[in-house]
Nanobody
Framework: QVHLAESGGGLVQPGGSLRLSCAAS????????MGWYRQAPGKERELVAS???????KYLDRVKSRFTVFRDNAKNTVDLQMDSLKPEDTAVYYC???????????????WGQGTQVTVSS
């Protein structure tokens, strides 16, 4: 079984920065895609940023140039550095990973529990 643990959410003023971290633990053979999604009240969950094992990244247009996603393959972690935050970035942020466990036959999607990010003055 694989578990994702998130940290780093909180309250920040507009223009401020936050860094979210997510670590995978358990019996892991390989991790393909890692990333962050978010869901604001009354809205659908959307992809914010993702990064593949070899470093290819994808970003939501609205966060390009403000957010950066990092991964550490040795530690099975993915971080999201968020700068120049805006009130519209307020949401619950979820870590996501495509994990091939040692007892699995394919990649399986795993999700973190979610961490609240609130941007407000």
């Amino acid at each position: 079984q694989v578990h994702l643990a998130e940290s780093g959410g909180g309250l920040v003023q507009p223009g401020g920065s936050l860094r979210l971290s997510c670590a995978a633990s358990g019996s892991i053979f390989s991790i393909n895609n890692m990333g962050w999604y978010r869901q604001a009240p009354g809205k659908e969950r959307e992809l914010v940023a993702s990064i593949y094992e070899r470093g290819t990244t994808k970003y939501l247009d609205r966060v390009k140039s403000r957010f950066t996603v990092f991964r550490d393959n040795a530690k099975n972690t993915v971080d999201l550095q968020m700068d120049s935050l805006k009130p519209e970035d307020t949401a619950v942020y979820y870590c996501h990973m495509e994990v091939w466990g040692k007892s699995d036959a394919d990649f399986i999607d795993y999700w973190g529990q979610g961490t609240q990010v609130t941007v407000s003055s």
